[in-house]
């Protein structure tokens, strides 16, 4: 299994909706319902999102535009527009804020550059009103060049609770990139907001250059990771090859053990998942986990039970599931979307859910209490 765009020509035969999830928990209570709504149709490819402040939904296309959903309606301006190679699963992979957005206007960007030859990289640029400022793009980093794959980018940026933007790197289908430390490939990285290496990363003593920004290793294809409000916990979702899905515990200088290990392990060099699935033959099967997110919102909308959980996604498999990290828990709870590969929770208690599917949509599920 290669990672998400490999299973777009079947998943795209369906339509993104929702069914009900079959475990027993968390369940809303007697009564009470969830509701799938589309917020927009056409998005073209989209790949990954973040929310704003104010509202407003950031939304990368494959193929390089980062458009703008606002009130419920998506603008036919992008907000940014980069030239990429877009083969495969190459594109604009990931976007992001910055803490201080409010103030600064600064978005950030994930994406595979064509010059001079194929690369990964991470750019800051600044906010004007629903349009990036002419000029404004400031290059962080500019990542291996790749070779002839064009699966395993990674792609998902988030800051952390530490002011640090934390940046998640593929392979490159290539498993011996993710054990080494003289490449950036099949790594969490941590930056500071200049693209610079902050002075307490933890592998600066087996590093030099750029490879100082390395926090993490031994990782396949880490699509997408999650800090959880007000805790800082950090959740890491790697794309698995044949056999299991892995939901790993961000640590500083942790080694996940790609490609010696894939699932749990007992191996005490490398940091077991806290959570896995296996493509077949379990209770709970996928092919490819993608988008997460904790719920634990300004205003928390939904029953109980979901305050805190973690909640992630399979891109084949179109569900969407709970974790409960404290104890290992997971529970059913949607089924039926179409592609998906990115989720958020909004402040307002609702659930984002961004799929390929369907024609490129981002729904909104909502819960009614009884």
Known sequence: MHGWISFLTLATLLACGHGGGSSSQPLPPAGGAFTTATVVLGLTRPTAMT??????????????TLRVVKAGL????????????????????GVTLDPAFAANGFVYVHYTATSPSPHNRVSRFTAAGDLAAPGSETVLLDLDDLSTATNHNGGALHFGPDGKLYVAVGDNANGSNAQSLTNLLGKLLRLNPDGSVPADNPLLA??????????ALGLRNPFTFAFQPGTGRLLINDVGQNTWEEINGGQAGANYGWPATEGATSNPAYTTPIYTY????????????VGAAFYDPGTPTFPATFLHKYLFMDYCGGWIRTLDPATGTVGDWLTGFSSPVDLRVSEDGSVLVLCRGGAGTLQRVTYTAP
């Open 51 to 64: 929310l704003v402040p104010d509202g407003r939904v950031f939304v990368c296309e494959q193929g390089g």
């Open 206 to 215: 087996q590093t030099s250059g750029k490879n100082q920004l390395i926090w």
């Open 278 to 289: 296996p493509h077949s033959g379990g209770p709970v099967t996928g092919c490819s986990i």
């Open 74 to 93: 998506l603008l036919a301006a992008p907000f940014l527009s980069v030239p990429v190679d877009a083969t495969g699963e190459r594109g604009l992979i």
